[in-house]
């Protein structure tokens, strides 16, 4: 029969303190995310704005104001893009915790 050695108390008191590195580095990354998605939905608040106002604009076929409308749509476009950038780099955060 094998007896299993006790692990040192300092041994746990560096693992303690690694974890505890780890979960800070990890919150503030999780922070960053989270400001970023706030940026992006005001932006995106903005956006759809401007989006009722040119919504007004669309029963004339002028070509100017289909290229500002083309343009509130693209930027629309991009901020999604980011915002699945950032929702994937939370679900890599959460397979590392889960690790």
Known sequence: MRFKRRKKPVKLANRLK???IQ???IAREVEKIQGDIFFVAEN???FLDRID???QFLDT???ERMD???EVFA???DSLDYISVLITRVKDLEL???K
Do not use: A, G
């Open 18 to 20: 690694r974890h505890e």
């Open 23 to 25: 979960l800070r580095i």
């Open 44 to 46: 995106i608040n903005v």
């Open 53 to 55: 106002e040119y919504r």
């Open 61 to 63: 076929r002028s070509r």
């Open 68 to 70: 500002i409308v083309r």
């Open 75 to 77: 930027n629309v476009n």
């Open 96 to 98: 590392f915790l889960v």
